[in-house]
């Protein structure tokens, strides 16, 4: 039995959170359980997923406790994580309770309607503040959802925002007071489990063709294709 996620299908909505007791580190373990989640929601034919964290914390990021020689692994885990949640056939809703920081900022990206919690939670890509080179598949995310300048600083300052800062350039689309979180979660979520399916999953894929390209090259690149990833 695992312990660091969950799924709950309610009214035709799953709900996946993720809750390690910690900072929500997105592990090969824990990237294995989330896709594993969302096969489990398209075939129960929920209307719309949400993914969620713990309190105050969506995800600090991938799990740097993994040894070294692991890391290009454990990001091309990601990068399919991300790619998934990108071309998902029905909406993705992420209710942000906090911090959502390197990989945890990606799992926003990757969305399609997000909701943040008011507060000091802290939203940003701090790859390069902490001496890490971003992989191509996150440039290809940040490039698809970020308005230049913003992908421009946020991507080579490695700077964090707050939630009302995050908003503005496109790490949400909502902050709503921390107690208010889950309603209006579910409320954008049962808006969106309104919309034709069908058009929904074509359109989505037409749209994010070129950044599901990018994802996949630099999946390949991970993977040692003897390329610089």
């Keep these: 039995m695992t312990t660091r996620t969950r799924y709950e299908l309610t009214d035709d ?4 959170t993720m809750d390690d007791g910690k900072v929500n580190a997105v592990s090969p373990d824990m990237s294995a ?4 989640h969302l096969d489990r929601a398209e075939a129960e034919d929920a209307k ?13 990021g991938f799990d740097l406790k993994v040894e070294p020689a692991g890391w290009p692994a454990m990001m091309a885990a990601g990068a399919r994580l991300s790619a998934r949640m990108l071309s998902f056939p029905r909406p993705v809703v992420v ?26 939670g802290r939203i940003g890509l701090n790859e390069v503040a902490i001496g890490l ?3 191509w598949f996150a440039i290809e995310i940040a490039r698809h959802r970020l308005p230049r300048p913003a992908f421009d600083r946020c991507t080579v300052t490695g700077v964090l925002l707050d939630p009302h800062e995050a908003c503005a350039v496109g790490f949400l689309d909502a902050v709503v007071d921390a107690d208010a979180l889950q309603e209006a979660t579910l409320t954008a979520a049962r808006q969106l489990a309104t919309i034709d399916a069908a058009a929904h999953a074509a359109t989505k894929v037409r749209i994010r063709r070129e950044v599901l390209a990018g994802i996949e090259d630099g999946i390949a690149r991970l993977e040692g294709d003897g390329r610089e990833w």
């Design 13 to 16: 909505i799953a709900t996946i």
């Design 33 to 36: 359980e989330l896709l594993g």
């Design 133 to 135: 080179t971003l992989p």
């Design 95 to 120: 209710a942000c309770p906090g911090n959502a920081i390197a990989m945890g900022a990606f799992l926003l990206l990757s969305a399609d309607y997000r909701v943040g919690a008011d507060g000091d």
């Design 48 to 60: 719309v997923v949400v993914l969620t964290g713990r309190e105050r914390t969506l995800s600090a």
